[in-house]
């Protein structure tokens, strides 16, 4: 049947083209140039392979790929190693290089005119030019990496207390200070400290006290040591803290931070650090069945994937695949490109790579860093029948993606001086309906609770407020990504200080309606909780409705894997809390792009302006569409970049 059909569209062709078949056959296109550009040797050379070895296979399964591993003649000499790329008519350079080294690399790509993919941790400078060719997929930013880890940490691994060390390089600085302003209600960190050159069991001991292990705990007089240690940064100090922690025998947690679940941590890799957990990234590909990372259909390739880095499989190498399928998609698309010049054609073929399981939403964001990730859980020790430094089964662990109620609190969140500014708030005193709708969805743990139900109160705002921020193109503490983030600011406090009165607006939250979640009127918005708690969120009401004996799992008290009944009661009370809160984001970030000047649209259903096809759009998938995004940035301008 093969042979048949290719001799007829062989004569179908000929009657087509008289003469054609007596023509030369055509010569078949060159394979399309790719460099991995990465460590050859030092802490993270083995990173490096891990990450390659993904790549490589990746690639191998798609259209014709001359793939080649590099590194510059010189340390650091990326002009010179980028202007030879070019002249070879690369078509794209692969790059996992150490922190510092991101903005170096991403210059020298761009002098040169190649088409960048940062797979390290540290990311590339986000920015909105629609013809820059500088992707990152190299995990979450320092913000997103410092509440998750503080989440973590609370649980499943009940730190309260943690010391918080990173190892000087600025993207781990950073993560390392947001964790003084993104931390449960429970937990006190320490401020955070570079660590030290020279750390071994005495150090770790005397950071532990009395936490360092159990048997300690009674027979050490020393109190206040830290119950807890989290790390930010690179794999040599990371390797330092974690060969510490083995030979000090240490049973207090210790988390890594992403990009160090790698043989280029030997004593995470091999569970000598028994206590030892790292955090990785996992995109949507990955996660979206609820499985977590690798997705089913992709275990069987990459076990055998896993052969070149000594029969294991390591984040990096999930990473590596992930990002070289999409290159290997958007080369494959690159022809189809209206575009003209065959590099134009494929830079709009990677800025325009979907994902068709969540509503068609990009591949890469339009400031060029891939979306839709989040963090998993590594375990360092052998867990059952799972080898050491191997990712944890979500069913295993609470809920990721979802910090617990206690992470969030309104009053977090300031007016930006020279930002517009909305004043949030719950209505007037016989306005207020958001204790009524917490009861009808099982949340109001009752008027004898009062300061209970204050915490619950207090967290929807909070997270309402965070994912508005988030909306408007913040980080989930509002604070700015300059050239990027609208500028705009989300408060409670009604009047802030130097706030001027043509910045000032204002979102209710409040009452019902008949037909509508929410409305706006000139500089005033309302958001109808009840209408979106009886529409959406009623059918999920919580049974039987919360009580004081539930207060452990907003407090921070519960201790995670105390039973599987408690666990599942924990992760529903926050589940049905913070799913309450994406309504109220959605349709508020609704309601204020109306008093910003937007219009209804129906140009994609992932507008956050479509009244039609955006009903029950999932918080993530949320965005601004292109004529929107430019009104917004006309009436509320872009937060700009330091000078």
Known sequence: MIRRATAFAGLAAALVAPGAASAAPEKPAAPAKIVFLAAADGPLAATSDEAFAGVKAALAGGVSVELTRETPKKPRAYDAFF??????????????????????????????????????????????DPDRAVFWAGGLSPTDEALYAMDFLLQ???????????????????????????????????????????????????????????????????????D??????????????????????????????????????????????????????????????????????????????????????????????????????????????PEKKRERKFLSSMRNLKREGARGKYVFETWGHACLARFEGWRGAKFREDPPCAR???????????????????????????????????????????????????????????????????????????????????????TPIPGISYNVTFGTEKDPPGLKGGQRFEMVLRGDNPSTGGVAHGTSCEVFTTFIQRTIYVKQALVPPISIDDRAYVNGSYKWGTSLERNLRGDGIRALHDGFTQGFALTGSHEAGHMFGLGHDEASPRSIMNVVEAVGLDFEWAEWIPENAKTLETRLGRVPVAK
């Open 83 to 128: 202007a030879d790329l070019g002249k070879r008519d690369v078509a794209l350079a692969f790059a996992f290089v150490a922190d510092g080294e991101t903005a170096l690399v991403e210059k020298s790509a761009e002098k040169a005119k190649v088409p960048l993919l940062v797979l390290s941790p540290e990311a590339t400078r986000p920015d909105l």
């Open 156 to 226: 499943p691994l009940g730190v309260h207390d943690p010391a918080v060390f990173h190892d000087g390089s600025a993207r781990a600085i950073e993560a390392a200070s947001k964790c003084a302003r993104l931390h449960h209600t429970s937990q006190r960190p320490r401020a955070p400290l570079a660590l030290p050159a020279e750390f071994g069991v005495s150090e770790v001991k005397g950071v532990l006290g009395r936490y360092a292990t159990k048997a300690a705990a009674d027979a050490t007089a020393a109190d206040g040591g830290a």
């Open 228 to 337: 807890g240690i989290v790390y930010f940064g690179g794999p040599a100090a990371a390797e330092r803290l974690a060969a510490a922690c083995a030979a000090a025998k240490v049973e207090a947690p210790v988390l890594f931070a992403q990009g160090l679940a790698s043989r280029a941590v030997p004593s995470f890799a091999s569970g000598a650090a028994t206590s030892a957990w790292a955090l990785e990234s996992a995109y949507f590909e990955d996660y979206a069945d609820g499985k977590g990372s690798p997705a089913p259909a992709d275990a069987a390739p990459l076990a055998e994937v896993a052969k070149e880095t000594g029969g294991h499989l390591y984040a990096a190498t999930v990473r590596g695949w992930r990002a070289g399928r999409w290159v290997s998609e958007a080369l494959r698309r690159a022809p189809e490109s």
């Open 392 to 478: 944890q089964r979500p069913t295993t662990l609470p809920i990721s993606g979802i910090p617990q109620v206690g992470f969030f609190s309104g009053s977090r969140f300031k007016y930006e001086p020279g930002s517009c500014y909305v004043w949030m708030h719950w209505g007037k005193p016989e306005e207020r309906t958001i204790e009524k709708d917490l009861k009808a969805l099982g949340l109001d743990p009752g008027a004898y609770e009062e300061g209970f139900r204050a915490e619950l109160v207090d967290d929807l705002m909070g997270r309402t407020m965070s994912r508005l921020h988030r909306l408007f193109l913040r980080n989930p503490d509002g």
